[in-house]
């Protein structure tokens, strides 16, 4: 189709990619548009209307529903969503099912007084009733956002808070590994601190209705007084907004991104259909909570026809092959997580094509860090030789992500395959010269759909204009660093903000952490550079470990030894400190600024939201260390 709109045959998968982002940005687009038969929904004036970043519009007057969407292309047999959880017995939704409940939970909505525009919050696990609220909010036009019901009340009333929501839906509680965490303290702190929310809707995920305040609304009372729901969708603009995501809040308020109806809908299409090779027959699964922007791709799976696997809870409460037994149970055929989980099962020593059937699978994707080579080769000998490994990076800033795999593209170890058809990604040096085999910030030249429609509440548009696009003007700035090699794969150095730079020699911490975690019985690490107001002096590097049970020292001179070796002289950390864990947000972004901060004489309280965290804990022990070191 794109052949035939440039006039010409693509050679292979670089001379296609160069064309989508040059010469055939529009024409590229629309082949998406066409080729996935949004065409058939509706029509469009212009692909692209004003190529300046920010402010280009993307299918100008054109109205479509991503929930209309999602449900059309479900498939008309078999299992549709799987709900896998500690939490209570396997659920699974057919077609009609799945369908029937949207427009039970759509009905309950509208009597709620929900209309299009409004905010409806979740504080809700991965499970099969979320999916539901989502697609029931987005039918009405009406505005989604979520976080994972770990997050403690104040992280949560830093995001919820500033988009107002109407409706609140809320979880009792949950399992996670042998405990029961009862959250019903904490969905009283958010109902009283949020004063926009005019009802709250309780999943009774624990099973306990009995117990429910009769001041909520019970999520099986949703649409009760409806006979017979109809299933109906509110046609918007591609840029009305689906959803808001949120930064991750480690160093102040998280930004609440704002995504658009046909914006994530082209892009996700391309991204799982093209890039993914996804579609019905497909069974997906990505593990993630619903704090995390890889829910809301996990969701899209829907687009292409492809059936959802949901995971809620531990995912080692079966020991560390639990997902693993779990894919072949449902026989998954896409399985992603982050990529330090892969790390972890390597380190295990499983092999989980020796233990199950894992004949279904055939890709394999990982993100949220860069994927250590050694994972790539884990992958390939312990879970199958013929799977497509798929590693991605983008970020919540674009609900999707500008590099990862395709079914065309060779896959080296460590390296990420390619950009993404679309993406202009390349790699620029402070003087806006782009790179090729060196590391460089990690820029996008052209417009993408998926870039945000703005911030909520950023109405003369300054916080995100200052967020990507001031640095470089008028181009996008990721503020990761990456390499862009001779062949067009892509290596992730980690972020630019976090660069290690002593002497001249720049060193991403991603390299750092794939060196120290390959050294025996260290489990995760986290490194700052402390900079010297002395241009000669080179500053210290300090070096946290979290150490597996085996160990009790710290092997500080294999580590050194290591860096060294593997790394540059340049680079041997200073101080090693072993920590009970490294501080890292709920989605395991490491902490590095906040912790940076706190070595410099910051208050862990003044840097981070313990509420956003995996372990609030986390800081005290870098607190202690940084007043030991004055």
Request: net charge negative.
């Amino acid at each position: 189709m794109c052949g035939n709109r440039a006039g010409r045959a693509f050679a292979d998968y670089d001379e296609f990619w160069s064309w989508s982002v040059t010469d055939g940005l529009s024409d590229f687009w629309a082949g998406v548009w066409h080729y996935f038969g949004l065409d058939s929904v509706s029509s469009y004036e212009s692909v692209l209307e004003n190529e300046q970043m920010p402010g280009a519009r993307w299918f100008t007057g054109a109205g479509l529903n991503y929930a209309e969407r999602a449900l059309a292309a479900i498939p008309a047999e078999g299992e549709v969503i799987i709900g896998i959880s500690q939490s209570r017995p396997r659920i699974a939704l057919d077609a009609e099912q799945l369908r029937a409940e949207v427009a039970r939970v759509r009905a309950g909505l509208i009597e709620l007084g929900v209309e299009r525009g409004d905010r409806v919050a979740a504080y809700l696990p991965n499970i099969p009733e979320t999916v539901i609220a989502f697609l029931a909010t987005a039918s009405l036009g009406a505005v989604w956002t979520s976080c994972a019901p770990e997050f403690g009340v104040a992280a949560v009333l830093d995001r919820f808070s500033q988009v107002e929501p109407k409706v609140l839906f809320v979880v009792d509680g949950y399992r996670y590994g042998r405990h029961n965490v009862d959250r019903s303290a904490e969905i009283q702190h958010l109902r009283d601190g949020l004063t926009s929310v005019t009802s709250t809707v309780l999943v009774p995920h624990l099973g306990r209705q009995s117990e429910a305040d009769p001041t909520l609304v019970h999520w099986d009372q949703l649409g009760g007084d409806v006979d017979r729901p109809v299933l109906e969708f509110e046609t918007v603009p591609v840029d009305h907004p689906l959803y808001v995501l949120y930064s991750s809040g480690t160093t102040g308020l998280p930004k609440a991104i704002i995504h658009g109806h046909g914006l994530m809908l082209v892009e996700h299409l391309k991204a799982l259909g093209l890039h993914a090779d996804m579609g019905p027959g497909d069974r997906f699964h990505w593990f993630t909570t619903t704090g995390w922007m890889m829910w809301n791709y996990q969701v899209s799976g829907l687009l292409v026809g492809a059936s959802l696997v949901l995971y809620d809870g531990d995912p080692t409460t079966d020991g560390p092959d639990t997902l693993w037994r779990m894919a072949a149970d449902e026989r998954i055929t896409w399985f992603g997580a982050g990529s330090p989980w892969f790390s972890s099962c390597r380190r295990a020593g499983l092999s989980p094509a020796e233990t199950f059937d894992l004949s279904a699978l055939r890709a394999v994707g990982a993100t949220g860090a860069p994927l250590p080579a050694d994972a790539f080769r884990w992958i390939h000998d312990a879970v199958s030789p013929d799977v497509m490994i798929s590693p991605i990076s983008g970020g919540t800033d674009i609900c999707s992500a500008f590099v990862g795999g395709n079914p065309l593209t060779p896959v080296w170890e460590g390296e990420i395959p390619t950009r993404y058809l679309g993406c202009a990604v390349e790699s620029w040096d402070e003087d806006s010269h782009s790179l090729v085999g060196r590391e460089g910030e990690l820029v996008v030249t052209r417009p993408m759909p998926s870039m945000p429609v703005g911030f909520w509440g950023d109405d003369d548009g300054s916080r995100f204009r200052a967020a990507y696009f001031e640095h470089f003007p008028g181009v996008w700035r990721h503020g990761d660093w990456v390499t862009i090699t001779e062949r067009g794969s892509c290596v992730i150095s980690g972020r630019s903000d976090a660069t290690l730079n002593r002497g001249g020699v720049r060193v991403g911490t991603a390299e750092i952490y794939r060196v120290v975690e390959a050294v025996p019985g260290v489990v995760d690490s986290l490194v700052v550079h402390l900079e010297a107001t002395e241009a000669s002096d080179p500053g210290e590097l300090v070096l946290f470990v979290a150490l597996d049970t085996s160990h009790l020292v710290v092997p500080v001179s294999e580590i050194r030894t290591a860096v060294r070796h593997e790394l540059s002289p340049r680079h041997v950390p200073d101080e090693v400190h072993a920590v009970e864990s490294i501080p890292t947000t709920l989605s395991g972004k490491k902490l590095e600024l906040p912790v940076k901060r706190i070595l410099a004489g910051a208050a862990p309280d003044d840097v981070a939201s313990r509420d956003a965290l995996k372990n609030p804990d986390s800081l005290d022990a870098i607190a202690e260390i940084a007043r030991l070191r004055r």
